[in-house]
Nanobody
Framework: QVRVEESGGAVVQAGGSLRLSCETR????????MGWFRQTPGKEREGVSC????????LYKDPVKGRFTISRDNTNNRLYLQMNSLQPEDSGTYFC????????????????????WGKGTLVTVSS
């Protein structure tokens, strides 16, 4: 049974940092591209950052470029998102996505080829 579980969400002040983690079980982790998505109430889930199966290729959506860093540990089947200089508009529920070997732009923008989702972890950035 595949399991995808996020952790690390918290309440943080603007300008602060958080590191999100995503643990996966029941799948061959490095067979998949991975991504982080964010959703706020009443809005569609949107891509934040995606990473290739090897970790050599990454993609960041414009609002987080230069502030967030995506990485993965294929030995321990984990995905990470280091978030720095957080702003109130970064608030939301962050979801880990397990995707097939598609172009990162397709995954992050169109949610194309996503096989599994986690249940999300809540990030709240106070001003």
């Amino acid at each position: 049974q595949v399991r995808v579980e996020e952790s690390g969400g918290a309440v943080v002040q603007a300008g602060g940092s958080l590191r999100l983690s995503c643990e996966t079980r029941g799948l061959t982790f490095d067979d998949y591209n991975m991504g982080w998505f964010r959703q706020t109430p009443g809005k569609e889930r949107e891509g934040v950052s995606c990473i290739s199966w090897s970790g050599r290729e990454t993609l960041y959506k414009d609002p987080v470029k230069g502030r967030f860093t995506i990485s993965r540990d294929n030995t321990n089947n984990r995905l990470y998102l280091q978030m720095n200089s957080l702003q109130p508009e970064d608030s939301g529920t962050y979801f880990c996505a397990v995707a097939g070997i598609y172009r990162l732009e397709q995954i992050c923008t169109q949610k194309h080829g996503i096989n599994y989702w986690g249940k999300g972890t809540l990030v709240t950035v106070s001003s």
